[in-house]
């Protein structure tokens, strides 16, 4: 066993057990959430709770998408299905070019679209414009922010777990919550696709590309 798939059995087992105090937690507050109705403050720092505890299962999941990619069970979490139907319905400036948007993991792919979303609006503080696109051999995801790209110097080490030390904290890095890059990365290549820091324009853009189930 290499010392990568060491990393990610003991990655995969943290996320397993942390998922459980964070299921614990959401249910008290759910619980709760009658309790107060009407106190403005506690009300406030319920939804605060909501907010922390939404991140928290979103940085086990991407954790979890690293550890499956070291483990080597890459694409362990994939839904196949239409790509457009979720992305549409999740996120707006969404623009279809075509008909059949059936892909390998696409069910679930925008879970993966939802960290450049968050990247654009972290660092551009403005919503990304999403294409989604049928190619002839898969489909394509073009999500364009609308500031600086990122860093022509950055754009192979971003998508890794060394590299994160060298983006965070710099302009034109880019870095992503939880890891974000290098677990986007973990999931789409997991699926048998490709994953691209581009520019378009002078402004950033990232290109996903998925292959047909």
């Given amino acids: 066993m290499t010392e990568s798939s ?12 942390l998922r459980n105090p964070a299921a614990t937690l959401t249910a008290n507050v759910d619980f709760l959430e009658e309790s107060v109705r009407g106190d403005a403050d506690a009300e406030e720092a319920l939804m ?23 483990i080597g069970r890459g694409g ?20 279809l070019e075509g008909s059949d ?11 993966v679209v939802e960290i450049f979303v968050e990247n654009g609006m972290r660092h551009d503080r403005a919503l990304p414009r999403i294409l989604v696109r049928e190619e002839g051999d898969g489909v394509r995801i073009v999500v364009d922010g609308a500031g600086e790209p990122m860093d022509a110097s ?6 890794t777990i060394e590299g994160q030390d ?6 034109g890095g880019r870095y992503a919550r939880f890891a974000g890059l290098v677990a986007a990365r973990a999931y789409v290549e997991g699926l048998g696709g490709s994953l691209e820091a ?12 998925l292959p047909r189930p």
């Fill in 76 to 95: 362990a979490q994939l839904r196949d299905g239409d790509a457009a139907g979720p992305i549409e319905s999740r996120f707006e400036n969404v623009t």
């Fill in 166 to 171: 060298a983006i965070k904290g710099q302009r």
């Fill in 154 to 159: 950055f754009r192979d080490q971003a998508f």
């Fill in 101 to 111: 948007f059936r892909a390998r993991g696409g069910a679930s792919i925008a879970d």
């Fill in 48 to 70: 605060d709770l909501r907010t922390a505890l939404r991140d928290l299962r979103s940085g086990l999941t991407r954790v979890g998408w690293i550890a499956d990619g070291l």
């Fill in 198 to 209: 581009s520019e378009h324009e002078g402004q950033a853009r990232t290109i996903i590309h």
């Fill in 6 to 17: 060491t990393f990610g059995q003991l990655l995969a087992l943290l996320v397993h057990d």
